[in-house]
């Protein structure tokens, strides 16, 4: 996909504050630091579009990124950080869930793992409320230049096997640094979009 234009459009946490273009929006969901943000920025080229922290549980709201005016980007809460309150872990829970239950826009969810270690007890939570409420899903595994090139079909398995994922489910190999997946990805979203 050639981008011709990227731009951070809104932080929301109510739904009156969701953009209402009615464009397919892309989700992605993962542990903080497990690199999404590097993972947008790689899909459209630029280097700092979406803020990259060393401090995870940085993005603590829905953050919003036009693509080329035919796409959202739709970047959620990290989740499973310990610095962040119980209180404030309910508050992203109800707002997430209520944006995958409610939001008819939503065409794809990215579960962003990463590939060195297994899907936690919260990549397992959102994958059956992804699987509940019948969310097209896509399976990212990150940061594949971080292990060798032969290990990376073990690490696949270990991934689907905690998951329990649907076969139907895509399972995408990405590396932020390379670049490696990003073509792939790239189809995944425009065939979701298009059916």
Not at 2 to 26: C, G, M, N, R, W
Not at 82 to 92: D, G, L, N, P, Y
Not at 97 to 108: N, S, V
Request: glycine share 4%; proline share 5%.
């Amino acid at each position: 996909m050639k981008i011709t234009q990227a731009d951070f459009i809104i932080s929301a946490v109510q739904p009156h504050q969701y953009p209402e273009d009615a464009l397919p929006e892309i989700a992605l969901a993962g542990r903080s630091n497990v690199g999404k943000s590097s993972l947008i920025n790689k899909m459209i080229m630029r280097k700092n579009l979406a803020r990259t922290s060393s401090q995870p549980g940085k993005t603590q709201q829905l953050n919003y990124y036009r693509v080329n005016d035919s796409i959202y980007f739709v970047d959620f809460p990290g989740y499973g950080y310990a610095k962040v309150s119980k209180t404030q872990r309910e508050a992203f829970g109800q707002m997430i869930e209520r944006y995958i239950r409610d939001r008819k826009e939503l065409k794809l969810q990215l579960l962003i793992i990463d590939i060195r270690h297994e899907p936690s007890k919260d990549d397992q939570l959102m994958y059956n409320w992804l699987k509940h409420y019948n969310i097209p899903t896509c399976i990212v595994a990150t940061k594949a230049d971080k292990i060798p090139k032969g290990k990376w079909d073990k690490h696949i398995k270990m991934i689907k096997t905690t998951l329990q994922a649907d076969p139907r489910d895509k399972v995408v190999l990405y590396s932020s640094e390379t670049g490696q997946g990003r073509d792939e990805l790239w189809s995944v979203i425009t065939e979701t979009i298009s059916t």
